[in-house]
């Protein structure tokens, strides 16, 4: 699918990222990430970065079965949108992705303080140990999912 | 891996921050969403709203397990939660309790109107882990609820009238659990109203004031017998709301009591009402109230629950301990005879409402009682009364339980104290009290 400008912006900016996927019995998994990034290597890609250790299953269940759907919703808005793809595939983190971890952990911060968190909150939430890597998947299908009648729309 | 059980992180189920659910088709394809409100039912079982038909929905009802994940607003915690579905309920108490908590999250998130719930999804919990090296906040310290409800409890037990009773809650409601803002409200003869009875921590008494069963959330609380419980202000539950739609299209004698200033915050940010039962008989319903937001959860609620079970079995205790006691009454302090202009007295006998001077005073089962009261002082000069003479008068048409009466007694001691001072209602002994007039009074029937 394609990814325009207005909405790679959107997925790269300060809004919360949710992880699932799922094991063979069809048992779903769940994951926070800590920022996300598009790359165009031919067709648009996500790579959406999460701690292997606070990961757990998320990370087998990606492995053998390549599955995963990628939730961004802006806390204060509520603008949700769901992206979802079956090539999905563990990679080490590039040089520059710790920064944009970082960049990513104060957009977040930024984006939730006037609900009442902390920076301090944010930093806890996403404090991790350096086991970071990246889940690169290339998204085949998207959905509107803004709480409302629309909800459930597909993306073109 | 931790585990760790569902009741020890259910402060995390309070919607401050959304929880997020993880589902699966039966074709393989996950599903990831963002949930209003997952709530704590028991120790095995949680309930999502049910707001609308989406893929969540779908999935479970094709693949009925489901992966939640919840944070500790205090710590930044994170937890797994594997659930599995099991039913829909669209009635009941935790749709209700439900209900009323997403009204408020949904108007603290400009979301009024969109949020709606449908029905409660119940989900058996068959693990909680917490998120494996993550780092948490240290946890703020709280007070001991369950020393403060000890505390409570031994206090109350020890009085002997229900009047006695109701104000060492509210006052042992603001000493031991700090809470300044309180109502009591007992179920009327009719089974449909609620009305106030007892209150502190507001500038108006607002002794009277009625509610009926299913409006705002004491209405609901009483209707559903069910704790209510909302952690975000939001205007559809309000007291005055309540209060004011419980008496559109009602009788005359109920505008003029809806026209008496309610008590009530007027933007609560926390509400909690515990339903007050004995041996399965609503006997009122217990609120308190806070202006800031997430003031009670679900621990305070616990307290709050067992504190109206106490209160209610205290009453019920009263009510069967017997009446009126052995002692002699109190001796009558030299009272003076009752001097100056006579008081114009007016009843109306459709609806029991009384006017002094023009002036409404109060109406209903109440009004019948000071009626009587008046008529005996004045026809026969008698102005020390017990409640078992009163409730076995069949022109009041009062039902056999004495609670009912005592209530009516203080409603009507109290809004005379407000609105009538120159009549007092005062207590001589358990089951007994004197009827003081300190102008002469002039009776006056009316249609």
């Known amino acids: 699918m394609q990814l325009n400008d207005e909405l790679c912006e959107f997925l790269m900016g300060g809004v919360s990222i949710m992880l699932a996927s799922r094991n063979a019995q069809l048992i779903p998994s769940i994951a926070r ?52 793809g079956s090539d999905a595939r563990i990679t080490p983190l590039r040089p520059d992705e710790r920064a944009a971890m970082e960049t990513y952990v104060e957009r977040f911060a930024a984006e939730i303080r006037p609900l009442g968190f902390s920076e301090e909150f944010t930093r806890a939430f996403f404090a991790s140990s350096g ?9 085949s299908e998207g959905f509107q999912q803004t709480p409302g009648p629309s909800a459930g729309a597909r993306l073109a | 891996m931790t585990r760790v059980t569902l009741d020890a992180i259910r402060h995390c189920l309070d919607g401050q921050i959304p929880g997020v659910i993880a589902t699966c088709s039966r074709t393989g394809v996950p599903n990831g969403s963002y949930v209003s409100q997952v709530h704590y039912v028991d120790p095995l079982h949680v309930a999502l709203s049910f707001q609308f038909f989406n893929k969540t929905r779908e999935n479970v009802l094709e693949n009925p ?36 908590k997403l009204a408020g999250i949904a108007s603290q998130t400009g979301m009024s109107g969109v949020f709606k719930l449908r029905g409660a999804d119940i989900y058996r919990v068959t693990s909680v882990t917490a998120v494996a090296n993550q780092t948490e906040l240290p946890t703020p310290p709280r007070r001991s609820l369950l020393a403060a409800v000890r505390a409570l409890a031994h206090s109350i037990q020890q009085s002997s ?20 803002h309180a109502m009591i409200h007992w179920l009327d ?57 419980s008496v559109r299209d009602t009788q005359l004698a109920d505008r003029l009591e809806a026209e008496l200033p309610a008590p009530g915050l007027s933007a609560p940010g926390s509400q909690l009402a515990a339903p007050i039962v004995a041996r399965d008989r609503l006997l009122g319903v217990l609120y308190v109230e806070d202006a800031a937001d997430s003031q009670f959860g679900y621990d305070e609620e616990d307290a709050l629950v067992t504190i109206a079970q106490h209160l209610g079995l205290a009453a019920y205790m009263l009510e069967h301990s017997g009446e009126p006691d052995a002692r002699k009454p109190h001796r009558a302090p030299r009272s003076s005879e009752p001097s100056g202009r ?28 000071l ?21 076995l008068d069949p022109t009041l048409g009062l039902p056999d339980l004495s609670s009912n009466l005592e209530a009516r007694l203080i409603l009507l001691k109290r809004r005379l104290a407000e609105r009538c001072p120159e009549l007092a209602i005062e207590s001589t002994g358990r089951g007994r009290f004197r009827l003081r007039a300190a102008r002469p009074v002039k009776l006056l029937d009316a249609d």
């Not at chain 1, 599955?67 to 949108?81: D, G, K, L, N, Q």
């Not at chain 2, 009238?161 to 300044?180: F, I, K, P, S, W």
Request: aromatic letters at 6%; one cysteine or more.
């Open chain 1, 33 to 84: 990430a800590k920022g996300c990034r598009v790359v165009h290597d031919g067709a648009a890609k996500l790579r959406l970065f999460v701690s292997t250790a606070q990961a757990g299953e998320l990370i087998d269940d990606v492995r053998a079965s390549g599955m995963i759907s990628a939730t961004f919703s802006v806390p204060t808005t509520h603008r949700t949108m769901q992206l979802k």
């Open chain 1, 131 to 139: 086991d970071e890597i990246a889940i690169e998947v290339t998204p």
């Open chain 2, 65 to 100: 397990v489901a992966t939640i994940m919840v944070v500790d607003p205090d710590t930044a915690a994170r937890y797994r939660v594997q659930a599995h579905y099991l039913r829909t309920e669209v009635a009941g108490p935790v749709f209700e309790n439900m209900k009323a």
């Open chain 2, 161 to 180: 009238e229900l009047d006695e009773l109701l104000n060492r809650t509210l006052a042992e409601l603001e000493a031991q659990l700090g809470v300044r």
């Open chain 2, 189 to 245: 003869e009719s089974g449909e109203r609620l009305y106030l009875i007892a209150s502190r921590g507001y500038s108006q008494s607002g002794v009277g004031s009625e509610i009926q069963l299913g409006q705002g959330v004491i209405g609901v609380a009483a209707s559903a017998r069910t704790s209510i419980r909302i952690t975000h202000t939001t205007s559809e539950y309000t007291y005055s709301r309540a209060a004011r739609e």
């Open chain 2, 342 to 369: 006579a008081m114009a007295i007016r009843h109306y006998r459709a609806d029991d409402t009384i006017f002094v001077d023009d002036a409404y005073l109060i109406k209903g089962v109440a009004g019948a009682i």
């Open chain 2, 371 to 391: 009626w009587k009261l008046l008529h005996t002082l004045v026809a026969e000069g008698r102005s020390e009364f017990t409640n078992r003479e009163l409730r």
